[in-house]
């Protein structure tokens, strides 16, 4: 006989995202930073993107019957603990997570995927516009960069004070909480702001890292934060925690080679 008092379950966190070939971002990106941290990883797949380190090749959506499919499969076993949301290629599975998602009693993290690392636009204007209406209101923090900031306020997000600016802005769209990750500021500090609805603005700084290998920053940071509410951390904490984890993680890459373009970070890294 198994002594259940000995045993405990573990915190499972959702991702809802696409697939990764070198593994460096999306749903494994998310896998690793989750089990790194302590919690258990539970996947849909949304996306089969074609992609190595020099970028995005092109977009093969997963149909959309089996996102829902996969949603409802892994609800009807387990109730995560919280949920992180990556790419969402079309209207249509925006609207399936939206609807499924109704009611879902823990924490929700969306990194919000418009623009790859080398540029390519992965989604289209109806998939941004329904995911504003429908999504982001019901989420417990919003990340995005500042190009994505840029398309979601449609203004010019390059400084500190016009990610302050954003970050309002975003609030006034009907957003929780929003953490505007400042990793394209020109600048040798990088600030992040973290906004949460009715309250002043926090702000997190760190070292700029010289490294090329800084593939799946925002999927691993989304879901770093994802795995830090299901540990019952704060929102401030667990985005201090978060962003911790991947300036270590880009840090213990740094002088890694893999491939010719932007290469992983050490998700596994000594801690």
């Known amino acids: 006989m198994i002594d259940t008092a000995t045993h405990h379950s573990a915190k499972t966190v959702l991702s809802i995202a696409g697939f990764d070939s070198i593994a460096g971002a999306g749903l494994q990106a998310d896998t690793k930073t989750i089990s790194a941290i ?43 603990d919280s949920i992180k949301i ?9 609207e399936i997570v939206a609807r499924l998602l109704k009611g879902y009693q823990g924490s929700i ?45 449609e203004c010019k997000v390059s400084n500190l004070e016009e ?31 973290l906004k949460i609805a009715g309250q002043d603005p926090e702000i997190y700084e760190s070292e700029r890292i010289a490294s090329k290998n800084t593939r799946g920053t925002g999927c691993t940071l989304s879901s ?20 911790d984890y991947v300036h270590h993680a880009i840090l213990a890459a740094k002088d890694r080679s893999l491939g010719k373009g932007n290469g992983p970070l050490d998700h596994f890294f000594k801690r």
């Open 38 to 80: 302590g919690c258990y990883a539970v996947n849909v797949l949304t996306a089969l993107p074609i992609q190595n380190t020099m970028g995005v090749r092109s977009v093969y959506p997963i149909p959309d019957q089996a996102v829902e499919d996969q949603l409802n499969c892994i609800f009807d076993d387990i109730y995560p």
């Open 86 to 94: 990556g790419m969402l290629p079309n209207p249509n599975q925006v």
């Open 109 to 153: 993290v969306i990194d919000p995927v418009m623009v790859s690392t080398s540029g390519h636009l992965l989604v289209d204007q109806e998939t941004i516009t329904l995911s504003k209406a429908l999504l982001y209101p019901m989420a417990t923090l919003v990340t995005p960069n500042l190009d994505e900031a840029s398309m979601l306020t």
């Open 163 to 193: 990610m302050n600016q954003a970050a309002d802005k975003l609030i006034h769209m009907g957003m929780h909480a929003v953490l505007l990750k400042g990793g394209h500021l020109d600048s040798e500090k990088l600030s992040s702001i």
């Open 224 to 243: 770093a934060i994802a795995s830090y509410l299901a540990l019952g951390d704060t929102l401030p904490g667990a985005c201090q925690k978060a962003l």
